[in-house]
């Protein structure tokens, strides 16, 4: 059974950072793309980051380029998002989700983590 | 970039009724790669169709997505209690630079 389980969200003051870990299981990890994707409170969905299999390939939100830094560890089975620079904007739950694409960036989200909530504020 | 624009932002139906759901891209989605994600309240979203037809794992069949180009309509053939939550599309598979979710649309109980 395919498992993300984020972590590292919490309640951080504008222009500070934080890093969230993504805990990948049930599935051969180094074989899949995987994205970070955030949700603003009674909002919809806005992707923020993907990554590929190897990291060879990478790719931010418009709204994060520069301030965000998206990284995986094959051996840990982890994705990492690194978030500095935070704004009030940044408030929201952060999911993780595996790409559909064996090996490749197909950039379709079959299984989402929970979430993890990051709050920016004074 | 494609936008993607869904209609209606909500749907009051019953259970048992059909539900038909929209969205339209603003340029042409390349092989039809548009999904389609439901999300319960309190719950992550979930795959139910990509490839614009096709199933994800697991998903009913009354479940069906059908267009092409720029049009694409999400249908539930009978609601049942479990369908009711946001609907979201996405096109994928275009370019390096990401993908944006449509704005949603929202079935809830007349």
């Known amino acids: 059974e395919v498992q993300l389980v984020e972590s590292g969200g919490g309640l951080v003051q504008p222009g500070r950072s934080l890093r969230l870990s993504c805990a990948a299981s049930g599935f051969t990890f180094d074989d899949y793309a995987m994205h970070w994707v955030r949700q603003a409170p009674g909002k919809g969905l806005e992707w923020v980051s993907g990554?590929?299999?190897?990291?060879?390939?990478?790719g931010y939100a418009d709204s994060v380029k520069g301030r965000f830094t998206i990284s995986r560890d094959n051996a840990k089975n982890s994705l990492y998002l690194q978030m500095n620079s935070l704004r009030a904007e940044d408030t929201a739950l952060y999911y993780c989700?595996?790409?559909?694409?064996?090996?490749?960036?197909?950039?379709?989200?079959?299984?989402w983590g929970q979430g993890t909530l990051v709050t920016v504020s004074s | 970039e494609i936008v993607l624009t869904q209609s209606p932002g909500t749907l009051s139906l019953s259970p048992g009724e059909r539900a038909t759901l929209s969205c339209r891209a603003s340029q042409s989605v390349s092989s039809s790669y548009l999904a389609w994600y439901q999300q319960k309240p309190g719950q992550a979203p979930r795959l139910l169709i990509y490839?614009?037809?096709s199933r994800a794992t697991g998903i009913p069949d009354r479940f069906s997505g059908s267009g092409s180009g720029t049009d694409f309509t999400l249908t539930i053939s009978r609601l049942e209690p479990e369908d009711f939550a946001v609907y979201y599309c996405q096109q994928y598979g275009s370019s390096p630079r990401g993908f944006t979710f449509g704005p949603g649309t929202k079935v809830d109980i007349k």
């Open positions: 990554i590929s299999w190897n990291s060879g390939s990478i």
């Open positions: 989700a595996k790409d559909k694409g064996l090996r490749f960036l197909e950039w379709l989200l079959d299984y």
């Open positions: 490839g614009a037809s």
